[in-house]
């Protein structure tokens, strides 16, 4: 498994919910050399890539939607990888995780332009076996559920981690339904809703 810090754990994870699979916006805590750094290091491991658009939309910090402009004055985006997918354990769909045309992405003048998907329905993903997610997946199926604690334990995630997967990797990707309960002496349990 990639080790990850917990910036880079946040931006890839953030981006895995996203429709577009953007980078951007970067938290907002995270500017100049620092997100260069940061963005420097997950494009050097392949967990990301830069995408060239048709748009000659200048980068501004303050919209947080543009990485830079290339030579030619194009704006390039930044998108997570299957190879990023797969470092915080979410298996990539067959492969359109990140366009990798530049008439495949979004504009960056108007997301509305974007074509409308002709099947709205969320496609089934399966997690694959000995990952983190799947792990994750096993301790909240087992009777009695799962602590936040019980799983950061598990997976050696942060707290924020554990709950960013709850809403993005397995509610919205997988269609699975997580639910919680207040229980004496344990907190709150998380468990999978039974079909």
């Known amino acids: ?64 939607r543009i990485w830079r402009n290339d030579e030619d004055g194009q704006a390039l985006l930044l998108h997570i990888t299957d190879a990023g997918l797969a470092a915080i354990g979410i298996e990539p769909e067959g492969g359109d995780s990140a366009p990798t045309g530049a008439d495949a992405a979004p504009s960056a003048e108007d997301p509305q332009d974007a074509p409308a998907e002709a099947d709205p329905a969320p496609k089934a993903r399966t997690p694959r076996t000995g990952t983190k997610q799947a792990k994750l997946i096993e301790m909240l199926r087992a009777d009695g559920g799962a602590t936040i604690d019980e799983i950061v334990a598990e997976t050696g995630w942060q707290p924020h981690t554990v709950r960013g997967a709850f809403a993005g990797a397995l509610k919205k990707k997988l269609g699975l339904e997580v639910t919680s309960e207040k229980v004496e002496g344990r907190g709150r349990v998380y468990s999978l809703q039974r079909d």
């Open 1 to 64: 498994m990639t080790k990850l810090s917990d910036t880079q754990l946040v931006i890839l994870s953030a981006a895995a919910q996203r429709e577009d699979r953007n980078i951007l916006p970067l938290p907002g805590s995270l500017r100049g050399g620092a997100a260069a750094k940061v963005v420097g290091a997950l494009l050097s491991r392949g967990l990301i890539a830069e995408t060239i658009t048709d748009s000659q939309t200048k980068a501004d910090a303050a919209l947080n």
